[in-house]
C-alpha cells in the first residue's frame, strides 16, 4: 500500500497520461520489480504501437498454417493481437481496410499458388483497388527442385506493392527446410513494427534457446517396378502406361501423387557432350555440396530441355549473342549459338536449374493395394520445326523395365480426399484424370464404403483408349460403381466431351449434388476443367431454378464446404 503523499502524487501523473504512456510504465515497473539475479523464462514484452496484425496463409500439405499459427503466437508474446486466417477463406474486401498484412504461401506445380490461395491471387491480379494504407510482407515457401521456386510468393509481393502497399521488410523465399529462415524473416517484421515505437520494454534478460529444427523435408521411397504396360489399344493415337512399383512401408491416401525426378535420356546427354568443344564427361565437379561427373550431372541432376526465358538469357550473356525469347533444349541452343571452348561450357552448366520432379497422381488404394503405388502417365509427344520430340518424365517412365529401382516421394492432397463412406461422389475425369478415381474406388471397394459412386469418363475412342476399362466393368457389375457415363470424343461425326454427359445427366446431377454429393475433378485444366466448371453451374442454375449469379454463389458454397474439389494439370 502507497503513503498518502505517494499515491496522491501518482495519480496526478497517471491522470494525465495516455494510453501508451500508461503501458510504457506498465513495463518500466514490471521490469523494477523483476528479479534481477534470476533470468526470467518469459518472453519480452512489447509495446510496438501496432496493435493487430492479419496474418493470411496459402497452404497445399499444411506448412504455411503451421507457420502461421507459430507466428500468431509470437506476436502475442510481443503484445500484437494477430488474427490467423486461411487465404480461402479471407474476405476479399478486408483488404483495402488492413493496416498490417503478412502473407505465408506456398507455390505448387508451374509456380502456380496452392488451391486454398487462388480465389486471393487472382483477387489481387484481376481487380484494379488501391492499398495505400497497407503494409505487408511476404514469406513464400517453396521447393528449389522446381524451376519456379516460390513464383506464387513473388507475384503476390510483386502485386500488393503495385497495388500501393509498402513493404514491411522484404520477401522471404524458403526451401523445404524453412524453420530457421521463416523465423528469422517474422524476427525482423517484428523488428521493423517497432522502429515507429512508443517503448520497448524489456523485463528481465531471457535466456537464448536455439529453436529445435523441424524436418520438413518429403521423405524419399525407393521402389522396384512390377508393371509397365501400355493401356491403350493397337491402332491408337496416345501411349499411356499404367505402372506399379513396390516399396515397403509407403504411406499415403487416396488423392496423394507421387513425384519422380526423371533421368535424362543418355543420347541427348551423348548429343551435348558432342557440342561441348572436347569437354571430359568423365570430369569431377562440384554441385549443390556433391561431386558429380559432368555425364552423371547431365543425365541425372540437371535440366535440360525447354529451358525457361531467365536460363536462355544468361546463357546469352555467357555466349556473347542476341536471342530472341523462347524456349529451347540445350543441345539446340548449343547447336544455333555454340560455346567457343569448355570454359565457357561450364559456365553454362552452371547456370541449368535442377531436374523438377513431376507429379502423378496415385491411382492406387493403400487398402487394395498394400505395399504398391500405381501412377498412370501418358507419354507427351510433340513437334517442334519437324522434329518429333517426347516429354522428359513421360518418356523416362514409359521405357522404365521391370525390375528397375526407381525413387519417389508422395506429396500430399488434402484438399482432394474422399468423404465419410456414406456420403456420395460424383468423380469428373477424362483421360488420365481416371488416375484418383481408380484409387478412390479401389478404397471404397476395399473398406465397404456405403456411399453412390459416379464416374465421368472421356477418351478419343472407346475401342483403343477406354483405360481400366475391365475393372470399370466389375466395379460397375458389383455394385461399387453406381453408374457411369463415358464420352468418347472420336466415336461420331460431332465431339462428345463429359460435360456433354453432365448435361445430358443433369437432373440427375443436380439430384446428386443437392442430396449432399461430393463432386471432383480431374484432368488437364485447359479448357476442360473451365468447361466442365461452366457446365455444373449451368446445371446449378437450370435444375436448382436459380438465376446466374445464385448458381455461381451455389457453386462457391459447394467449393467452401469442400464437396466441390479438383486436381488439374
Known amino acids: 500500500m502507497l503513503a498518502e503523499h505517494k499515491l496522491k502524487a501518482l495519480l496526478d501523473l497517471t491522470s494525465h497520461c495516455s494510453k501508451e504512456e500508461l503501458a510504457w510504465m506498465h513495463g518500466y515497473i514490471a521490469g523494477l520489480i523483476s528479479p534481477a539475479t534470476e533470468p526470467s523464462t518469459a518472453a519480452p514484452v512489447q509495446n510496438t504501437g501496432v496493435n493487430k496484425i492479419t496474418i493470411a496463409y496459402g497452404t497445399e500439405t499444411g506448412n504455411s498454417k503451421r507457420v502461421a499459427t507459430d507466428f500468431a503466437a509470437k506476436a502475442k508474446k510481443a503484445g500484437i493481437h494477430a488474427k490467423v486466417v486461411s487465404l480461402d477463406q ?69 502485386q500488393l506493392l503495385k497495388l500501393g502497399g509498402s513493404r514491411i521488410a522484404d520477401i ?27 517503448a520497448v520494454v524489456t523485463p528481465a534478460a531471457s535466456p537464448v534457446v536455439p529453436a529445435e529444427k523441424k524436418a520438413t523435408g518429403k521423405k524419399s521411397y525407393t521402389g522396384t517396378v512390377i508393371t509397365n504396360i501400355n493401356l491403350n489399344d493397337r491402332g491408337s493415337n496416345k501411349e499411356t502406361y499404367h505402372i506399379e512399383i513396390a516399396a515397403d512401408e509407403v504411406e499415403y491416401e487416396p488423392g496423394d501423387s507421387m513425384g519422380i525426378v526423371p533421368e535424362n535420356a543418355s543420347i541427348v546427354v551423348e548429343k551435348i557432350l558432342s557440342l561441348s568443344k572436347g569437354i571430359n564427361a568423365g570430369k569431377k565437379i562440384q554441385y549443390k555440396n556433391e561431386t558429380f561427373t559432368i555425364f552423371d550431372l547431365l543425365k541425372y541432376k540437371l535440366n535440360i530441355s525447354h529451358l525457361i ?7 546469352a550473356a555467357i555466349v556473347g549473342a542476341e536471342i530472341a525469347e523462347t524456349k529451347m533444349d540445350l543441345p539446340d541452343l548449343l547447336k544455333a549459338y555454340p560455346v567457343k571452348d569448355t570454359a565457357q561450357f561450364e559456365e553454362v552448366l552452371a547456370i541449368l536449374n535442377p531436374v523438377a520432379p513431376r507429379l502423378y497422381t496415385m491411382a492406387s488404394s ?40 526407381v525413387k519417389f516421394f508422395v506429396q500430399k492432397n488434402k484438399r482432394f480426399r474422399l468423404p465419410a463412406a456414406d456420403k456420395d461422389i460424383i468423380m469428373i475425369g477424362p483421360g488420365t484424370g481416371i488416375a484418383p478415381y481408380r484409387s478412390f474406388l479401389a478404397e471404397r471397394d476395399a473398406v465397404g464404403a456405403t456411399g453412390k459412386n459416379w464416374l465421368f469418363f472421356g477418351e478419343q475412342h472407346f475401342a483403343t483408349d477406354f483405360l481400366y476399362q475391365t475393372e470399370i466393368q466389375n466395379w460397375f457389375e458389383t455394385g461399387a460403381l453406381t453408374k457411369i457415363s463415358v464420352a468418347f470424343s472420336r466415336d461420331q461425326p460431332e465431339k462428345i466431351y463429359v460435360q456433354h454427359r453432365m448435361w445430358e445427366q443433369g437432373a440427375a446431377v443436380y439430384s446428386w449434388i443437392q442430396s449432399g454429393a461430393y463432386v471432383y475433378l480431374c484432368g488437364k485444366k485447359d479448357p476442360m476443367s473451365v468447361d466442365v466448371e461452366h457446365t455444373l453451374v449451368a446445371i446449378i442454375e437450370k435444375y436448382g431454378e436459380k438465376t446466374t449469379e445464385e448458381a455461381k454463389e451455389y457453386f462457391l458454397q459447394m467449393q467452401n464446404e469442400g464437396r466441390y474439389a479438383e486436381d488439374v494439370y
Open 90 to 158: 479471407y474476405r476479399l474486401n478486408d483488404l483495402p481496410k488492413e493496416e498490417y498484412f503478412l502473407t505465408v504461401i506456398s507455390t505448387q506445380g508451374e509456380g502456380e499458388p496452392p488451391e486454398a490461395a487462388k480465389k486471393f491471387y487472382d483477387h489481387i491480379h484481376h481487380n484494379g483497388f488501391s492499398l495505400d494504407k497497407l503494409k505487408y510482407s511476404v514469406l513464400a515457401l517453396g521447393d528449389t527442385s522446381y524451376p519456379l521456386f516460390c513464383k506464387a510468393g513473388e507475384d503476390v509481393d510483386e
Open 172 to 198: 522471404q523465399k524458403c526451401d523445404v527446410e524453412f524453420d530457421e529462415e521463416a523465423n528469422q524473416w517474422f524476427a525482423t517484421v517484428l523488428k521493423k513494427l517497432g522502429e515507429n515505437k512508443v
Open 309 to 315: 526465358t531467365a536460363v536462355i538469357k544468361r546463357y
Open 366 to 405: 493403400p487398402s487394395a493395394h498394400s505395399g504398391e503405388v500405381h501412377a498412370i502417365v501418358a507419354k507427351d509427344i510433340f513437334t517442334v520445326n519437324q522434329e518429333k520430340k517426347y516429354g522428359v518424365c513421360s518418356a523416362f517412365l514409359g521405357s522404365l523395365k521391370v525390375n528397375t529401382t
